[in-house]
C-alpha cells in the first residue's frame, strides 16, 4: 500500500547492535530532529514479541535514549495484531516526535503493523514532522521491501521508501543477501547498513549518513559506498 502523505518528517534507518552503546551519533542527531531531550520518544518492540522478548528489548531501548540524555521515553506495547489497533496505544504513538522500531523479526513487524491502527498513528506523527527510526529489521519493514532470512522470502514493506530494500548488518553478515537481492529487485535499490550506523533523510529528499559504519547502496549494477558525514540520493 502506497501512502500519499505530505512527507514532513524524518526517517532514520540503522543497520542493528542498536542498544550496545554504539548508535549514540545517530540516535543524538534524531533526538535532535524531534525536538531535542525533552520530546517524547516511544520504543515499539513489536518485532521482539515473536519470541516474547519485547519487555527486555523495550526496556533496553528506554535505558538507552535515557543514557543520552532523553527526559521522556516510553515503550509502547504492540505485540500482536489486537494491540496494534488498541485506540490508547496509537494515541501514544501520534504524539510521540521519535518513534522508534527494535530489531529482531521483520516479517512478524511487519505484518503485525500492517494496516493498523498504531501504524496510522505513527504515518500521522511523521505527517506532522515526528522522526520514524528503525534498526534492522525496523529499518527493513519501512521499505517498499524487506528479505525475511527466516524463511528466505521476499515481502513486501510498509512503504515509506518506495522501490528500496534494507541490507541491515551489512558489515556482518547483510552484505551476503547483496547477489540474490539485486537479482530479485533489479530495479530497487538495495542499503546496506552498517552495524554502529544510521542513514538519516534530509528535509530535500537527500540522505546523510551518521556513525562509525557506511551505507552501501546497490543499483543498476553499481555499488556505492559511502562513510559518515557524506550525502547521497536515490529514487
Known amino acids: 500500500m502506497t501512502h500519499s502523505l505530505r ?4 526517517l532514520l534507518l540503522e543497520g542493528g547492535a542498536e542498544f550496545g552503546g554504539k548508535m549514540s551519533e545517530p540516535d543524538l ?6 525536538g531535542g531531550m525533552d520530546a517524547p520518544i516511544c520504543i ?11 519487555k527486555r528489548a523495550g526496556n533496553n531501548g528506554v535505558r538507552w535514549f535515557q543514557s543520552l540524555g532523553a527526559k521522556n521515553v516510553f515503550t509502547v506495547d504492540v505485540t500482536d495484531s489486537k494491540s496494534a489497533n488498541d485506540s490508547s496505544l496509537a494515541a501514544s504513538i501520534r ?11 521483520p516479517r512478524y513487524l511487519g505484518e503485525t503493523l500492517a494496516n493498523s491502527a498504531c501504524w496510522q498513528a505513527a504515518l500521522d506523527a511523521y505527517a506532522e514532522g515526528a522522526v520514524i527510526a528503525g ?3 525496523g529499518a527493513m519493514v519501512l521499505c517498499e521491501h524487506y528479505y525475511d532470512p527466516y524463511e ?3 515481502l513486501q514493506g510498509l512503504n515509506l521508501i518506495p522501490n528500496a530494500c534494507v541490507l541491515p548488518h551489512h558489515d556482518n553478515f547483510g552484505k551476503a543477501w547483496a547477489n540474490q537481492l539485486t537479482q530479485l ?9 552498517d552495524e554502529r550506523t544510521g542513514m538519516l533523510s534530509d528535509s530535500d529528499g537527500g540522505w546523510q549518513v551518521h556513525g562509525a559504519g557506511a551505507a552501501t547502496l546497490y543499483r543498476a549494477g553499481s555499488t556505492v559506498r559511502y562513510e559518515r558525514g557524506e550525502r547521497f540520493s536515490f529514487s
Request: charged share 15%; net charge positive.
Open 7 to 10: 512527507r514532513t518528517g524524518r
Open 29 to 34: 542527531r534524531a533526538i535532535a530532529l524531534a
Open 44 to 54: 515499539i518492540p513489536t518485532a521482539a514479541a515473536a519470541d516474547n522478548n519485547h
Open 95 to 105: 504524539t510521540s516526535r521519535l518513534i522508534y522500531l527494535l530489531g529482531g523479526f
Open 135 to 137: 534498526s534492522s529489521a
Open 152 to 154: 528466505k522470502k521476499l
Open 185 to 193: 529487485l533489479p530495479q530497487s535499490t538495495l542499503l546496506g547498513v
